[in-house]
């Protein structure tokens, strides 16, 4: 874990080859290349009462683009639930499973339960639906927290948001 106080953000733990492999892309999401060099992260962005991340979409049901079972409770879960995944560093070896987190995005909030990390380090394999690692300052929602919040249509994707533990 290095940590730069300078410029208050973690940088890479080192680099990932990605290889390529049956990718779902039921959210747009990013599939590995093979060859192409991925950015691993074993920490994120401090954490505030506001902390800024990015907030993306994931199905957490059986068959949906997060791939298997939510590492806190090896279950599925639906997309009318309200549950994320965190970054590595924020995941912090599941210190924060099945509690609650505070997102703050378009004027409006919700409370998620976080029921899995949005792996940092590893990807590119079929654990990880063959996407490459997780940027280092993801929150990866389900479908019901972005309707909770009044995001809909072409907004979803990638979207600045604000969090905190509850």
Known sequence: FRYSSILCECTPSGYLR?????CK?????????????????????????HTRATMTINSFAEGGDGGGPS??????????????ALSTGW????????????????????????????????GCDSDHDFQPPCPNNIVDASPAVWKALGISGSDVGDYDITWSDE
């Open 91 to 122: 995941y912090n070896h599941g210190r924060r499973c099945l509690k609650n987190i505070k997102i703050n995005a378009n004027g409006n909030s919700v409370l998620a339960k976080v029921v899995d990390e949005c792996d940092s380090v590893h």
């Open 71 to 84: 590492e806190c409770d090896n279950q599925y879960h639906s997309d009318d639930e309200l549950v994320v």
């Open 25 to 49: 892309t039921e959210h747009d999401s990013d599939c590995c290349k093979a060859g192409k060099m991925y950015p691993r992260y074993r920490c994120s962005p401090p954490l505030t009462k």
């Open 18 to 22: 990605g290889k390529t492999g049956h």
